[in-house]
């Protein structure tokens, strides 16, 4: 797997460990790709992420679009990923039921010492639109954590920083 | 209690019935004011809806912003509150930890024929703003269920409908 | 000239013509390409378009959010685009400086019978992104004019009303 | 004049200085009312502000959720307000023809060491709600320029920071 894969799905693990909303949310997440700048994901519906006419709750895609901008500034090798300033989504079409499967693919557009810029698009399994959010998060206390890397861009292979192991 | 409340709460009701994203989230939030254009609630932070460093997840904000929009929209005797647009959120600072109540103000800016639009404020126990959000829904298919009602300006009184009463 | 760019320019032509904003800020845009959903132009940047430091003013990229939006409407043969609800814009860099070139790509990522979702991105001459945005209209009132065409998918030719001539 | 209200005019002038998108747009914009935290202005509507179908262009709303962000930014004392992040703005009714005049309160709803939260309320004269944006702001490098001021609660007087006088 490569590193930078391996990597945000450490750092998501970070996030599910104290069963918080990302728990709560989206236990099953499945991260499937990451690469500097971009990670890209899926997640089966659940009975327990829709509203009251079984679609899709409005607040799992803003919920995800906070959730995937932050495993975006991940993919650049950050452990912490700083704090939301804001958070927009818009809706496109209803975004499936349960047992439908949702895809997400989300992009560091940019990153500086104090502010990253993340976007996140929503499409179901053939590839239509269903909604798509910005996250712009403030990331100035954030850079320095020892677990943070450095990868190739590829994000192949750790070019900076020491990995830590699955078993530490 | 006012009629606009019970209708309301209602409302609110119908949404956690089946067990979805709201009952996932923020079950027990607290309804305690409505008239026609506003709403105010409370919700005392769970373990359940933090992020990982322990203080609540931008994701429960914006669930709350989708979720208190339509329930402006019900305050104008909607049983049917629409399907969102766009939803947009500002965090201005850390949201409270577990045992912190959060106290919301969601206010019905305007509403035709096809639009209805919403804000919510988001403060602690202090008056101290939080967070703010905006939600804009599309209402064209929601007018005219059997359960709208029109409330008097105070919503104290229904003045158009019927009310369906707690045993139905 | 494809049949989509030339309704575009002759629908942005309709914007400029009454003197009002889109003339006065951007009266140079120069819309290079269209094709049914998707819309690109470029404005080299005018000493009016800066804010106090000299760069870009934030409400040029607004505006042009808002405008180059609604012609991505048009490029669905709308003559007629219909009225905002809400845009949104974030600024990763600053957007240059007069003599520099601005470029815009705006999409048309879903329309229905009642509302039309755009979004525009802003790069430099050197394809660095410097900001984006997101328009969302309500188009409910706006189909049916008589300047109303369909496009082939590739935007080359006419496959549906009559095309105004340039005299007209 | 209150002195936050003869600085916050001080920053407006300095915004217009060197005929950018500002002058372009609403060079006549009259800042009425400022203390720390909130700032009131008004624009009458002129022909060069419309859309083509003659109604308040919203590129207008935007750039003025913009500037009177930042203005809100500068009742806090800064003579520099920072780079905006994110400006977000709804259009709940057509805001107004050449003539009309255009209300608006802006406010800063929070700043720290790095950012700043604002939004602004748009009303026509009777006070009816017409758009609402929100604008954050980097403000990092904002703070300590000389012309820097700190003022009384109430926005009457200058308790920090030594005043430019209108001659200098």
Not at 119 to 125: A, E, H, L, P
Request: glycine share 12%.
């Amino acid at each position: 797997m490569a590193a930078c894969l391996r990597f945000t799905q450490r750092v998501w693990k970070s996030f599910i460990d104290n069963k918080g909303h990302d728990a709560r949310c989206f236990p099953n997440l499945n991260i499937s790709h990451a690469r500097p700048g971009i990670v890209m994901a899926s997640l089966q519906i659940e009975p327990y992420n829709v509203n009251r006419v079984g679609t899709v709750h409005g607040g799992l895609i803003t919920s995800l679009t906070d959730t995937l901008g932050s495993l975006a500034v991940a993919t650049h090798g950050q452990y912490m990923t700083g704090v939301s300033t804001d958070i927009s989504t818009t809706f496109v079409k209803p975004a499936g039921k349960p047992g439908d499967v949702l895809h997400m693919t989300a992009r560091l557009e940019g990153i500086g010492k104090s502010l990253a810029y993340t976007r996140v698009d929503f499409t179901n399994s053939e590839g239509v639109i269903l909604a798509y959010g910005t996250h712009t998060k403030y990331v100035g206390k954030s850079v320095g954590h020892k677990h943070d890397l450095k990868f190739s861009l590829d994000g192949e292979t750790v070019v900076g920083g020491k990995e830590v192991t699955e078993r530490e």
